[in-house]
């Protein structure tokens, strides 16, 4: 465990702090914070628990800052974060829910791909961007919202979701990118908003249990194996 005194006034955990701590299971971050910086926390096997302090100053988790923390179960993300660089969360395999807040912008690359255990995926509206493999492998989600602010969804964002049986979709989107739902075998049935244009390359590829899609009049282009 690692506690910060009172007042704190450090404002960043550089990076690789507490890169292979392997013994540590609990950590609360001080409100001075606003950045925790790249690889801070890579390999803390027994880190379980995350806590902020109230009045939380972060702005951004960097990238690689929790991977493979394997044992990672519960982490509050404050209201203040705007940014989750690529691979923030990558493989946190034990980490079962996550509420991205309203504070943040975009969702990076592979930020939580391999959280097998995270079956609730919470996105407050003024995202606007979730990136490549932001959810991919991800088998325990059932049901995900992507809300209005969302314009892209980038390729393979939701690729071997296995469990994912239902999605709404943003009306803001204008294209479903490649392999978006790759081998999403539980999904039954998906209604494509009527700001779509294009279908990518195997957008649905492999979803063995999908039964009713409604193709709305705007979607002009449909790629292969889609």
């Not at 800052?65 to 034990?94: D, G, H, R, V, W």
């Not at 469990?163 to 075998?185: A, E, H, P, Q, R």
């Not at 279908?199 to 590829?205: D, E, K, L, P, T």
């Amino acid at each position: 465990r690692i506690d910060f005194e009172t007042n704190s006034l450090l404002i960043s955990i550089p990076k690789m702090a507490f890169f292979g701590c392997e013994s540590l299971k609990q950590i609360t971050i001080p409100s001075s914070i606003t950045e925790i910086d790249e690889e801070s926390f890579v390999y803390c096997g027994l880190l379980e628990k995350v806590y902020f302090e109230n009045d939380s100053s972060l702005v951004t988790i960097k990238k690689a800052a929790f991977q493979n923390c394997l044992y990672l179960k519960e982490i509050l993300l404050p209201s203040t974060i705007k940014l989750i660089e690529n691979e923030a969360f990558k493989n946190c395999e034990l980490l079962k829910e996550i509420i991205i807040p309203s504070s943040t912008n975009e969702i990076g690359i592979s930020v939580f791909e391999g959280c097998k255990s995270m079956a609730k995926v919470t996105i407050h509206s003024h995202v606007t961007l979730i990136n490549k493999n932001a959810f991919s492998c991800c088998k325990s989600i059932e049901e995900i919202e992507i809300p209005n602010s969302v314009s892209m969804i980038e390729s393979s964002s939701f690729i071997n979701c296995s469990s994912l049986k239902s999605i709404k979709l943003s009306s803001s989107m204008t294209s479903i990118s490649n392999m978006t739902f790759f081998n999403c075998t539980s999904l039954s049935c998906i209604e494509i908003p009527p700001s779509v244009t294009k279908i990518g390359i195997s957008a649905f590829y492999e979803c063995t249990s999908l039964k009713n899609v409604t193709i709305p009049s705007s979607v002009t282009e449909i790629k292969k194996n889609a």
